[in-house]
C-alpha cells in the first residue's frame, strides 16, 4: 500500500529528449514567411485581394556544441551525438553543425543536405569552457538560427557576453 501510495505522490517526470524536440520543432515553425506562390485559401472567399499564405523558411541552421571534457563520460557524449541524431531524424531540411569542444573548439562537422553520418571519434577530454564554441557562433552568426550546448555544466560562466538567443535546458 505504501509503494502505492508513493507511485501516485511521485513528481511526474517528462523525458528531457521529448521536450528538445519539441523546442526545435517549434523554433522551425517560427521561421516561416508570407507567399503569394501559395495563397491562404481560407481568405480567397473574400472579395479582397488575396491574402499571402505561408511558407516554411527551408534555411534553419543550428549549431550543437558538444562538451567532450574530463568531466563528460563516454555514454555522456554518445548520448550527446544520439541527441543529434534525432534531431536530424525529426527534420531532414535542418542543417547541423556539430562542434565539439573542451577549453577550445576540438573539432567541427557538417550534418544535413546529403551528410548525414556522424563522426563518433571524441577528441578533446581537457578542461570546460564555454567561451570558444559561443565566440565560433557569433563570428559566423549569419549563419546559424540557434546554439544548443550538450554538457554537464560543470565549467564556469562564459567570460564574455555574447547576444545569442537562448533557452537554457539544464
Known amino acids: 500500500l505504501q509503494q502505492l501510495i508513493d507511485g501516485i505522490l511521485k513528481a511526474p517526470s517528462i523525458p528531457w529528449e521529448h521536450i528538445f524536440k519539441q523546442e526545435i520543432q517549434s523554433s522551425v515553425n517560427m521561421f516561416k514567411s ?3 506562390g501559395r495563397p491562404n485559401r481560407r481568405m480567397q472567399q473574400m472579395d479582397v485581394s488575396p491574402f499571402p499564405g505561408k511558407r516554411l523558411n527551408p534555411a534553419f541552421c543550428i549549431a550543437v556544441a558538444i562538451d ?3 568531466s563528460m563520460s563516454d555514454a555522456d557524449v ?3 551525438l544520439g541527441v543529434v541524431e534525432d534531431i ?3 527534420n531532414s531540411e535542418i542543417k547541423c553543425t556539430v562542434i565539439e569542444f573542451d577549453a ?3 573539432k567541427t562537422y557538417d550534418l544535413g543536405g546529403g551528410k548525414q553520418e556522424i563522426d563518433k571519434d571524441i577528441y578533446g577530454r581537457g578542461g570546460t569552457s564555454f567561451d570558444p564554441p559561443m565566440k565560433w557562433v557569433k563570428d559566423r552568426e549569419q549563419d546559424y538560427d540557434m546554439l544548443i550546448i ?4 560543470w565549467a564556469p560562466a562564459p567570460q564574455e557576453k555574447y547576444r545569442l538567443y ?3 535546458f539544464i
Open 88 to 90: 536530424m531524424k525529426t
Open 166 to 168: 537562448n533557452k537554457p
Open 150 to 153: 550538450y554538457t554537464d555544466g
Open 34 to 36: 508570407r507567399s503569394m
Open 104 to 106: 577550445r573548439v576540438e
Open 68 to 70: 567532450t571534457s574530463g
Open 78 to 80: 554518445s548520448r550527446g
